[in-house]
């Protein structure tokens, strides 16, 4: 194991917000945390995941990949909290990698919460010859090994540390169903920019600070967005937005934080320069990637400042489980009785909750589990042990656009998932 490549920090946890009431201290068992950090950038040309374009292998690398743990521990009760810069756990590979963690670290399904960032411009997994490139199977089966590592150095190293939770807002999404007309005078939905639309800029941050220690162990933060600032005439390896944010702030607050960011509910929601064809710019100007990566970052610096540390009693819950919604079938999209399954992936720290879905959900759907949720503050974790597809609001099927056009599940998949989502979370409140 190469230390360059890994980080971990100690830590005992404990609970904060911009406000409301503080607990009395509890001589309940601590609840204790650790952070790692492992580089997964490939060392050999590979095939980019998220455009169908692309033809040709990747030309080199503009800023390194990473896989990032987070986990927590109290009573024998765990949980962890992973991000790996990549698209997407896709082409059977969500199964394979999720059970190697969980049959190396022991965790239950409902532990552990393994999330892509859906960066566009990350290797595309596959464990099958037939269908992926030698060099993309060979690093999928070393990315495997790597996951496992981390989430190990995570669980071996848990300590003390305080936590604080709080929320921004940041210009970087946009809602991307732009309307237009067609040559028929008709409107139509595209993939571009349409303020006018919902869109969710929520900055969600947790805090980390080790106990009678200078500086933060490390900020975990959730945004909504796709990894699309950078298109499908980019060749060059990056982590895009949210990879280019956390890498802002491990520089920002040194070598000894690790930065996690979560993609959030962003179906529907892109960068608001995107697709673009790599970094160069105009001379005298910063890169848009780079300029958003940043914007993004800075967001999180601003909440994290504000954010005040607390020491407070806590418990971790987790819970698991498949629901089956409408499905399209064939060319309906109406009742016709057919289901898709999808996986829900709950888990408290207290009044913080964390929810995890596979999906590519619309905001508009994050925005609701939020709003409703029992908890004081509810991270929704998308891309998330698995791969589900597009899943949008029960009003975007009669508008058209890609993302329905390209769903296999039909109107009302949306409320199912809100419904059971809400359910779950309301059981771990009361339980």
């Not at 904060?16 to 950090?37: F, H, K, Q, Y």
């Not at 303020?195 to 929520?202: F, G, K, M, N, V």
């Not at 769903?407 to 309301?426: C, I, M």
Request: hydrophobic share 40%; with cysteine; glycine share 10%.
């Amino acid at each position: 194991m190469q230390r360059t490549n890994l980080r971990f920090d100690l830590c005992l946890l404990s609970f904060s917000l911009l406000s409301g009431p503080v607990a009395a201290p509890s001589l309940a068992a601590e609840l204790r945390a650790g952070l790692a950090r492992i580089d997964i950038t490939p060392t050999s040309p590979v095939m980019l995941a998220g455009y169908a374009s692309r033809k040709e292998l990747s030309q080199g690398v503009h800023d390194p990949l990473f896989a990032r743990a987070v986990a927590f521990e109290q009573n024998q009760q765990r949980l962890v909290l992973v991000a790996v810069d990549n698209c997407g756990f896709y082409n059977a590979t969500a199964e394979p990698l999720r059970r190697a963690v969980l049959s190396a670290s022991g965790l239950k399904p409902s532990e552990l919460f393994l999330c892509a960032t859906h960066t566009h411009s990350a290797p595309a997994l596959g464990l099958d010859g037939q269908k992926s490139h030698s060099n993309n199977v060979q690093y999928t089966q070393g990315l495997q090994g790597k996951l496992v590592e981390v989430v190990r150095e995570a669980l071996q190293h848990l300590g003390p540390i305080e936590v604080g939770t709080g929320s921004g807002s940041s210009p970087v999404g946009a809602n991307r169903r732009e309307v237009v007309t067609d040559k028929e005078g008709k409107p139509k939905v595209i993939l571009g920019r349409n303020p006018a639309l919902i869109t969710d800029r929520e900055v969600q941050v947790l805090k980390l600070v080790r106990p009678e220690a200078q500086g933060i162990a490390g900020v975990i933060f959730a945004y909504n967005t796709h990894g699309t600032a950078l298109g499908g005439r980019n060749n060059i390896i990056s982590g895009d937005v949210h990879g280019l944010a956390t890498q802002f702030l491990e520089n920002y607050y040194g070598p000894a934080a690790t930065a996690t960011g979560f993609a959030g509910a962003s179906g529907n929601i892109d960068p608001w320069y995107r697709v673009l064809s790599g970094f160069k710019t105009n001379n005298g100007w910063i890169p848009e990637p780079i300029l958003l990566g940043t914007l993004l970052g800075e967001e999180v610096v601003h909440v994290s400042d504000g954010i005040g540390m607390v020491l407070t009693n806590t418990t971790i819950k987790t819970s698991w489980k498949t629901i089956s919604v409408p499905a399209k079938s064939g060319d309906e999209e109406s009742a016709t009785g057919a289901t898709a399954s999808m996986n829900i992936t709950v888990a408290t720290l207290g009044d913080i909750a964390f929810v995890g879905w596979g999906g590519e959900v619309f905001n508009e759907i994050g925005k609701a589990v939020k709003e409703k949720s029992p908890f004081r503050q509810t991270f929704v974790l998308t891309h998330c042990n698995g791969a589900d597809g597009y899943l949008p609001t029960s009003s975007s099927y009669s508008e058209g656009g890609y993302e329905v056009q390209s769903s296999h599940f039909a109107p009302g998949a949306d409320e199912v998932l809100v419904r059971e989502t809400l359910s779950l979370l309301k059981g771990l409140k009361h339980d």
